[in-house]
């Protein structure tokens, strides 16, 4: 079974500085990766997300992620935050063979001014 | 993109009643979709898989008698909560998948008073 582990409970960035939230996956084959954003009490929306091909994909809102199977690894970037982006982040993991997605515990980003 | 709609968004319900959560692909047949729980501040757990025209696939502590989904067709699947007591208070997340992308309802919030 696949399982996501987000290393970082809280991160807290100055606005205007760059971000990179980190994510490490378990799963026996190549698997689709996402990251979502979700804002307090509300549902969830998807940032990017990794099927195949390019390892570096390009999200909505300017943030990254890139693909590096060597490390199990799909970390989020962004080069510049705003205040807005303060949220919690979940990266999750998906079987190919079920569509079954796990998501991480998630990563609160706290925004400084 | 795809659409999903979930009702209602909020319930409140009185300890040992039943609650019922609807969860519709509104513009694509979904044979599986998916249903999560989050606690406060806490991630999205995987309840169970819903399966079109069969029973649902329960995750491993997910009390089958007391979360009943029925999925009777390729655009509905029901949650139901029953006897509900206040530690079933949560947010309920329903998805469904396409072409290997999961698409979010907006979640219903259940407080049991």
């Known amino acids: 079974a696949q399982s996501v582990t987000q290393p970082d409970i809280h991160i807290t960035v100055s606005e205007g500085a760059s971000l990179e939230l980190r994510c490490n996956y378990s799963?026996?084959?190549?698997?689709?990766l996402f990251w979502y954003v979700q804002s307090p009490g509300q549902g969830l929306q998807l940032l990017l997300k990794?099927?195949?091909?390019?390892?570096l994909v390009q999200g909505i809102k300017g943030f990254e992620a890139e693909f590096k199977r060597s490390q199990s690894s799909f970390n989020l970037r962004k080069p510049s935050v705003h205040w807005s982006d303060a949220a919690e982040y979940f990266c999750a993991v998906g079987a190919r063979r079920d569509d079954k997605i796990i998501f991480g515990k998630g990563t609160r980003l706290h925004i400084l001014p | 993109g795809a659409v999903v709609s979930q009702h209602p968004s909020w319930v409140i319900c009185k300890s040992g009643t039943s609650v019922k959560i609807e969860c519709r692909s509104l513009?694509?047949?979904?044979?599986?979709m998916f249903w999560y729980r989050q606690f406060p501040k806490q991630s999205l757990m995987l309840m169970a898989t819903s399966n079109e025209g069969s029973k649902a696939t329960y995750e491993q502590g997910v009390e089958k008698d007391k979360f009943l989904i029925n999925h009777a067709s390729l655009t509905l699947s029901t949650l139901t909560v029953t006897s509900a007591h206040p530690e079933d208070s949560s947010f309920y997340i329903c998805s469904a998948s396409r072409w290997t992308e999961a698409f979010f309802g907006q979640g219903t919030r259940l407080t049991v008073v």
């Open positions: 513009d694509f047949q979904a044979t599986t």
């Open positions: 799963y026996g084959a190549t698997p689709y």
């Open positions: 990794y099927f195949s091909g390019d390892t």
